[in-house]
Each structure stands twice: as structure tokens, then as C-alpha cells.
């Protein structure tokens, strides 16, 4: 058996440090405070308080006396891959017919500030959250938190969550997909993940992260979809392109 080595105070300074980077805490707000953080990760507090140095060493937190610890925000630019929105559709009806669905959590909220930007809300309106787990032959493989204007949540229940995909929803309630845009990425697995998809906090994930929108570019979805890449793969056919005297590589279907 192979034994994972990394110090614990490392594994949860790397979990925090994606948290940060995620923008899962807000700029003017406290990250959570020690003994909370221990809790959470059944650790003590002078782990928790090594892994936090490390964050203030590297800028990414500032430690204020009296007051608690506060995330420094940096902005980060991604390159996107575009991709066919048919064929995107297409896979993602497949997976929903193919695999069953647990939901773990349904909810009204105001959501972040990352996911009203997202969904282009104005502040204050809420959204409707749902958490599930994917099963494919009974073995769970991806953690989907999806967010939906209030207004289009309130026309499904959790039952149709259980039972249709987001997209067949969509349909169901008279709704229809234009666009995508998505972006991929490897993720840490935090407590919840490792405990929905049976791995161990840290072990390395793929994370998909995915707006929908109709036919007017009004956002209909934003989807943060974790996956175990022992279970699962994402395959794109690549077709080389020149323009503009440059080589390129395009996803079928773009022009």
C-alpha cells in the first residue's frame, strides 16, 4: 500500500489556498477562525496555524490583530476552449440517461458574489442551489453543485432533480439551452468531496465549471461539476486549423 507522505498542515494549506482562489470567501470577510478550522479538519490548532502561515507567506491572506484572517483576491485570467454547444448537449442528455442521481442538498440563497457575477443577478436576488452525486453502476463519480435564478428554480422540485438531467428540465419546462461556456480544470478534494465520492481530502479532481445560457445570453445555469478521473474522462476531437498564418487547434463543429 502506498502511503500519502505530505505533512497534514501542507494537504490543508492547499485546500485553503483553492478555496481562496475560488473565491469561496468573500475579500471583506474573515476566513473561518482557527478552532473552527481545526474542527472542520480534524486537526489541532497549530496545524491549522502552520497552513495559514504558509498562505500569508505566499500573499494570499492577511492576518490582522484582534480582527482574524482575510483573503487577499488576485485576479486570474483563463484561457477558454470553445466548444459545440449541440454536442455538449448531447453528452450531457446521454450522462444524465445513463447514470442515477443522489441529491444531498436543495436550497433557496443569496449566493457569492463569484456566482452572481456568473449568473448576472442583481444583489440580493436569490438562487436556487442544488448539490448531488452522480452514480454510474453504483459507484459514485461525480459532485455537482448547480446554481439557478430563483425565478426557474421554483418550477421544478427535487424529485425532477433526482430523476431528469439540468437539460431534459430545461426542456421539461418549456426552457431551451443556445450557449456554453465552460472551463476545465484539476481541483483538491475538500471534506465533502472525499466523503460524497470516496476518496481521500486533497487527492487530486477534475473540476468542470460551466455557465448555460438561452437564446437571448441570459444565463439559465452555473454548474461546478468535481470529478474522480479514475471514473471519468472528458474527450474533445480536435481538428488542426491556419488563420491568419497562424496553427491553431479547434473543437469540431467551430468554424
Same mark, same amino acid.
Given at each position: 500500500m502506498i502511503v500519502n507522505p505530505t505533512p497534514r498542515y501542507y494537504k490543508i494549506y492547499r485546500l485553503l489556498k *483553492? /478555496?481562496?482562489?475560488n $473565491?469561496?470567501?468573500?475579500?471583506?470577510? /474573515? !476566513? &473561518?477562525?482557527?478552532?473552527t478550522l481545526a474542527q472542520k479538519y480534524e486537526v489541532s490548532r497549530l496545524t491549522i496555524r502552520r497552513s495559514l502561515e504558509l498562505l500569508q507567506n505566499e500573499g494570499l491572506v492577511e492576518r490582522r490583530q484582534g480582527s482574524g484572517t482575510y483573503p487577499i483576491m488576485a485576479d486570474v485570467t483563463v *484561457?477558454? !476552449? &470553445?466548444?459545440?454547444?449541440?454536442? !455538449?448537449? /448531447?453528452? !450531457?442528455? $446521454?450522462m444524465g440517461t445513463d447514470t442515477q442521481a443522489k441529491l444531498l442538498g436543495f436550497d433557496y440563497e443569496v449566493p457569492s458574489a463569484d456566482v452572481q457575477a456568473r449568473l448576472q443577478l442583481s444583489r440580493g436576488m436569490q438562487v436556487q442551489k442544488a448539490i448531488r452525486v452522480r452514480h454510474y453502476q453504483g459507484v459514485p463519480f461525480s459532485f455537482l453543485t448547480t446554481y439557478v435564478p430563483e425565478d426557474i428554480g421554483r418550477r421544478y422540485t427535487q424529485d425532477d432533480l433526482v430523476q431528469y438531467s439540468m437539460q431534459a428540465l430545461f426542456r421539461k419546462i418549456g426552457m431551451r439551452a443556445a450557449s456554453a461556456e465552460q472551463t476545465l480544470t484539476a481541483t483538491l478534494a475538500d471534506a465533502h468531496h472525499a466523503s460524497a465520492l470516496a476518496v481521500e481530502a486533497g487527492s487530486a479532481l477534475l473540476c468542470i465549471k460551466r455557465v448555460i445560457r438561452d437564446a437571448n445570453n441570459t444565463p439559465l445555469e452555473y454548474l461546478i461539476a468535481v470529478y474522480n478521473p479514475q471514473?471519468?474522462?472528458y474527450r474533445m476531437t480536435l481538428s488542426p486549423k491556419r488563420a491568419k498564418g497562424k496553427d491553431a487547434w479547434i473543437t469540431d463543429g467551430e468554424p
Open positions: *483553492q /478555496a481562496i482562489e $473565491r469561496e470567501y468573500a475579500g471583506d470577510e /474573515a !476566513l &473561518p477562525g482557527e478552532n *484561457q477558454q !476552449l &470553445p466548444a459545440d454547444i449541440n454536442k !455538449l448537449l /448531447a453528452d !450531457l442528455d $446521454r471514473r471519468f474522462e
